[in-house]
């Protein structure tokens, strides 16, 4: 049951951002063939190593930002390519304590205005929930300048 639910969020998560990814890289194709060729074999690299993983189980830290640095280069080209948008700063920060442990990842994108669960904090909760039950919180916020993304696994 774990493990079918795991693909159904997968199979939801994956074409959404291949889309996005796919019309960004699209948007390039004619003004930069080099780039678009560059971020067509990032994408590819992050969508195999995102399907080999067992998301039935827990990955290291390690394996966790490794994937988060590949969607992070994707989703720079995505923006940086549309006219018009600033240079988007991100924090991430961990912290981990006896009973916690805390992940905050914030930037000063567009506001998120009001707040409303689409599918990819969906997919998030419901993985956390499967992985963890109830001993996790995750919020959404906005702090000034910064929307921040907060993640809490109770230990």
């Not at 990955?59 to 989703?75: P, Q, S």
Request: hydrophobic share 45%; aromatic share 8%.
């Amino acid at each position: 049951m774990l493990n079918a639910r795991f693909e159904l969020l997968k199979n939801q998560l994956q074409p959404h951002f291949l889309f996005n990814s796919l019309n960004g890289i699209l948007s390039a194709v004619d003004g930069n063939k080099e780039v678009a060729k560059a971020m067509i074999i990032k994408l590819s690299a992050l969508l195999r190593e995102s399907l080999l993983i067992d998301y039935s189980k827990q990955i290291t830290i390690e394996k966790e930002l490794e994937l988060l640095v590949g969607y992070l280069e994707i989703v720079k080209f995505r923006y940086s390519s549309t006219k018009g948008n600033k240079a988007l700063k991100k924090n991430i920060a961990f912290e981990l304590d006896k009973s916690k442990l805390s992940i905050m990842i914030s930037n000063d994108g567009k506001p998120i205005g009001r707040l409303r669960k689409g599918l990819g904090i969906l997919n998030l909760e419901n993985r956390m929930k499967a992985v963890y039950g109830d001993n996790f919180t995750f919020n959404l916020s906005q702090q000034g300048i910064w929307v921040c993304n907060h993640l809490i696994l109770h230990l």
